[in-house]
């Protein structure tokens, strides 16, 4: 055997050499796998943004709803409303008189993913009813009746001075006076309206109001006129009828609402009238004070159905 230099060093490179060859591959190896899981990570899908769909804030913000109606929520508050007459997805809800459906468009849906009722108590029909009423009528049920994906399947009865009830009794959770009681006040059935709304309650069920408020000091119209109602004769009504007066809340308040306007509460926004209903407009006329104030003072009232 001969001992020369380089005898032993040959096979013991060869194995260094092949070592660190391996450990290349395996350093390539991971960095692949580094680039593969943040390939991967980086492909992973985002999350939802905006509100979980099914909630409130989900239908407060659909895309469904008018850009005009949504404009008008710095002023009708609809979350804040609806929370606080303590709305819940599996409830049975009658609005009466829900006109072209702004609540209408928010309720429906929330109590369509919920398992909820809606019913809408629509104006009186007939021979004898109002042609604009009855026009009313139809497109809110041909809107509200077309997509059943959104708004489920909705429920039309009608309340009005010869109407029967607006549902079958003591099925509601909820029934909703959403600015209509001057209006009764003016067909002379403000009195039938709690009536029929206490009837359709259950027990423990709520009646939830938002109406043009008139100043506390301020001569009420029997048949408010101007579109403006006392605060403590809605009570007064409720109580007649056999509710009970939970609470009242500012969400809806203006303090700006001077309630003195030419034609009524619908001199301001988003009626804007400028000439007594039934006339022409008067391009004159400056709505510039009116459209400062805003849309009108109101009181928010909630009533339960005694246990």
Known sequence: MHDFPGAVAGPSRRFLLTGAAALGLIGASGCNRRKEAKTETSAAPAAPSGPSEGSLEWAVAGPWRQASDKA?????????????????????VVEFWPGS??????????LAK???????????????????QAALNAAFQSRFSADKKLYGTPQFTTFGAASGPVAPAGTADLCLFLRTIHGWMAAGV???????????????GVLGIEQHRLAPEGDQDPVAANGYV?????????????????????????????KDHPFGVDTLPPTRLTAPRGQPA???FDRSKYETIGESDRMTLKFRKPE
Do not use: C
Request: charged fraction near 25%.
């Open 230 to 258: 006392q605060e403590a004769f809605v009570r007064q009504l409720a109580e007649e009828a056999g509710f009970v007066f939970v609470e009242g809340s500012e969400i809806n308040a203006n303090e700006t609402d001077t």
């Open 114 to 132: 919920g398992g909820g009722t809606y019913v809408a108590a629509l104006f009186p029909e007939g021979p004898t009813a109002d042609p604009a």
């Open 101 to 110: 459906g702004w609540y209408t468009d928010i309720i429906a849906p929330y």
């Open 72 to 92: 008008r929520d710095q002023y009708r508050h609809p979350m804040e409303t609806l929370r606080f007459f303590g709305l819940q997805p599996r409830m049975t």
């Open 282 to 284: 008067n391009p004159e």
């Open 190 to 204: 403000a009195e039938k309206a709690f009536s029929d709304a206490f009837a359709a309650l259950r027990p423990g």
